[in-house]
């Protein structure tokens, strides 16, 4: 059995762009970069398996068929980065992936990436087990544009799934897509050590599109109100802005111990519509529904004593009762702080349902 890619993306890319010889094998390099299909499988090659002649030799086309896939999204990224690429897409065949913490670094590719399953291998599954913390995946702002396009399932990360996080320096992540992903059983009522922050977790993003994925079993056993589905919200440690002009649409929301969407930090014009949120078991298998104050709340702290400027709404959604079984509020607004804020509204069409 093969090791899992351990080394940082940096260096081990430079280690394949160093060895790759001149010559009609070279790697092509056109000045607008090229786009690439990268196809990975649990059981397939990672470049640390190879060094010297043998990586020179596969380098060029490791990854780039299914007949010679490579085993991890850090070994992908490797592939793409070495290659000049502009738009990539990345094929996951059916199985069970161990990554974590995977961060898309400047220079992977200079367009976008999708990341999606390979038709007719089976389901995909990342599992954060071995990692037992921490996010499966990171987004910055001079990362490629990314667009993860499911079926495939994120689940048992202590932290959460997806975290993309803004600069002052860079701006806000832009124009990130997640759709019909099933996060699932992230917290520390799943995984022990975990804060279980959200599925997908926005620090100063703008136009990212949540839309027809699954938030199921996100619960935290210590302080269950810390875990969310979708959080918008702010570089805490940068104090830049909030998370403004989102979508969450689509999305069925099951058994979340915090409120399932929260804004906070300013953060603002976030649509949340035509979304789904119904009761389930929880991690002792006893019936509940989703939040403790509403279904998409905003909420004043005193890193950010301060209200959204408007539009955050909530519209068109069907909802149920809350992670204690009382009957939930549609919108609401609260405060660490004292502040006022009536920073989301219900705009209508929402449905309760027990």
Known sequence: MRKHLRFGLPGLAAAVLVLVPGGPEALAAPAGGEDVTVYVDPDGLSPADRSGDSLARTAGKTGLTAQSPVRSLRDAQVVLEARHTKNATIMLRGGTYTDAGVEWAPGIASGTVTVKAQPGTGPVTFDGRAAKDGYWTKVGPKSPKLNFQGPYTVQRYGDGGIK???????????????????FKEIGNAWVKGGNGYAGVHLNYVSQARITNNRFVNLENKDAPGNTHGVYLAFNQTQKTPGSNGNLVKGNTFQVVSGDPVRASDGSSGN????????????????????????????????????????????????????YYNRKASAVFSGTDTGRTCKSVKDTGGNTYKL
Not at 164 to 182: E, F, N
Not at 274 to 295: Q, W
Request: with cysteine; proline share 3%.
């Open 164 to 182: 993309a996080t803004g600069t002052r320096q860079d701006g806000p992540v832009k124009g990130l897509v997640v759709d019909g992903i099933t």
């Open 271 to 322: 649509k949340v519509r035509n979304n789904v949120f119904k009761k389930g078991r929880d991690f002792e298998g006893k019936i509940r529904g989703n939040g403790n104050h509403g279904m998409f709340t905003y909420w004043a702290f005193p890193r950010a004593d301060i209200c959204g400027s408007g539009g955050n709404t909530f519209s068109d959604n069907t909802y149920s009762v809350d």
